[in-house]
Each structure stands twice: as C-alpha cells, then as structure tokens.
C-alpha cells in the first residue's frame, strides 16, 4: 500500500495534467461513466463543523475512491487548519486498499480550484478581465492562484471579506502570486467584475440580484452542504445559462437549490457542465448573458486529482 503525506503530495501535482483531469472529470460524469453515490454529510451544530465522505468509481478502472474531508472554521481561533481529511484508493477488482492520501484538505482544496477556473475558462466572455473573489479563506485563495495562473489576461484581482485584516492577510499569502487589490464595498466590487468566484462559507445570500451587469460570469463554490448560500435566489433565476457539475447534488444542496426551492427555477433549466466541455451542450449564448456555475464538488474529480498524484509518484519510483 502506497502512503502519502500532505508534504510528499504537493510536489506531485503537475499543474497541467490535473486540470486536463478535472475537465475529464466532469465531462465523464455528465456521460453517466462515473459512479456517483449520494454525498455523505456530518454536521456538528456545537462547533459550526462538518464532514463530506465523497465516493466514485469510473466504469472500466480498476480503482475506486473514498475521499473524507472536514471543515471546522473555528478552528482558526486555535491556531489550527479549518480542513482536514484524507483519500483512500482501493481495488475495484479485489476491495484492497492501494493507496492513503493523508492530503490533509489539499487535494480537495486544488481539485475545487481546478474545477472553479475550468467553469470560468469554459463560460467567461474571451474579453474578460476583471475577477472578483469573495471570501478570504484558503479556497477562496487557491482561487485566486488557479485563476491567476490559467486565465493570464486579468487586468485586475479583487478579493472582499467581513474582516479587513483578513483580506490583507489573504494578499500578502498570495502575493508570490498575483497581485490582490482588497476590498470592503461588495457592491462595488460586484458591479464593476466580469468574473465572480464565490468561496465563502456563508448561510445566507452574499450577491444581489440586482448588482451584477450583463456580461458577468459567476463560479459558486461555497454552497456545498445543506444551508450554505452564497447568491440571492433572484440571482440565480434570472441567469441566462445555469450550469451545475450534478443536477441531482445541486438541486438538492447547491446554489441552485434555493431557486428551486422558492419556485423560481425548474430543475429542467439546469445543464451540467460535463455537457458544455463536451460540446453537446452550448455554452454562453452572448456577450450580454449572465451565466452561473454551481459547483459542489463532485466525488469524478476526487478520483481525478487522486490518480494524478499516484500517476506522478509513480513515475517518480526507480525502475
């Protein structure tokens, strides 16, 4: 059995390899070529905690993944990490264990990033410059990175949070890597983005419907567990394409599922984003349009970043 650590993991990841993967991902989820059980969650009331067991299998290999990650944002007032977790690989053919990825949040940190900036790249208008992130927490982070890395063309990167030294401390860790402009006018903010990446863990609508301009693209992450909600539900419904990475997971727990719920939006009008980079779905339908992302991760990128990583090792082994 293979054993890595956070600190063995990282290096392993070829930044191109593990996004070509994660786009495989979704697309291969859309064809139904992935086992996708119901999402396992824990929630701990006491502590504002909670627990996602993720698990899938690709038709045809020979492994199947269980990813377990934790969220404890109250943590942070402890001096420790808010998440934590880890990825299991074992046998389709047998049920042995092949692998424990002992990642520690990482592998589900770059994988969301992965998947939020391959959204925008598939759905952002070509001359989009501006990008908004909301939230200063370590995803909203590594969507700074990812966004700044595959989307070379921002002219500008603004990040907002409740807390003002939050977001100066957000900057300064993200300095080696793109230059953070902070902000506390979230309406601003909004109005003048082409791009919205939304990374909070919010319980109530962030966004109103009413501030963002034609034009605008919208990748939401942050509503990955039931009561999480980052949009208000106006937002979601007048939005011209609505793409998910599950009908059946966002409509129940995502974004959008506060639209459906309130009786604004039909699960009909939702495409997965699998069919859009396959191309038997359209994508943005003009430059005016507002489109929406809502994505809740999905158990087909666990298995992607996770035989990324054992790919990597594996080639790194003495032959």
């Not at 269980?66 to 990825?87: E, H, S």
């Not at 992130?133 to 989307?151: D, K, L, N, P, Y």
């Not at 300095?175 to 319980?203: M, Y």
Request: with cysteine; net charge negative.
């Amino acid at each position: 059995m293979i054993t890595l650590t956070h600190d063995q993991i990282e290096p392993l990841i070829d930044w191109t390899a593990a996004t070509d993967a994660i786009r495989q991902a979704y697309i291969d989820a859309s064809a139904g070529r992935v086992n996708l059980p119901p999402v396992g969650h824990i929630t701990f009331p006491e502590t504002g905690g909670d627990c996602h067991i993720k698990y899938g299998h690709v038709t045809g290999t020979t492994s199947f993944v269980i990813k377990v990650a934790t969220g404890f944002p109250r943590n942070a007032d402890a001096g420790l990490p808010n998440g934590n977790g880890l990825v299991l690989v074992l046998s389709s053919e047998t049920g042995a264990v092949q692998a424990m990825l002992h990642d520690q949040m990482l592998l589900t940190d770059i994988r969301t990033a992965l998947g939020g900036v391959v959204a925008t790249q598939s759905l952002a208008r070509p001359d989009a410059r501006k990008l908004l992130v909301i939230g200063t927490s370590v995803q909203a982070q590594w969507q700074v990175r990812t966004h700044a890395r595959e989307i070379p063309g921002l002219s500008e990167i603004t990040m907002w949070g409740r807390t003002p030294a939050k977001i100066l401390a957000a900057a300064d860790v993200l300095a080696p890597f793109a230059q953070v402009k902070p902000t506390q006018d979230l309406r601003s903010a909004v109005e003048n983005a082409d791009i919205i990446v939304t990374a909070t863990g919010a319980t109530r609508a962030l966004i109103r419907s009413e501030w963002v301009r034609p034009g605008t693209h919208i990748t939401a992450v942050g509503a990955d567990a039931p009561g999480k909600q980052e949009l208000d539900p106006a937002l979601v419904a007048k939005s011209d394409l609505i793409t998910v990475d599950s009908i059946s997971q966002c409509s129940d727990h995502g974004e959008v599922s506060h639209a459906i719920k309130a009786g604004h939006l039909r699960v009909d009008q939702l495409v997965e984003l699998g069919k859009v980079l396959e191309g038997s779905a359209a994508g943005r339908p003009s430059d005016q349009a507002i489109t929406l992302t809502d994505l809740t991760g999905i158990a087909a990128q666990d298995i992607a970043i996770a035989t990324a990583v054992l790919n990597a090792h594996q080639d790194q082994r003495p032959r």
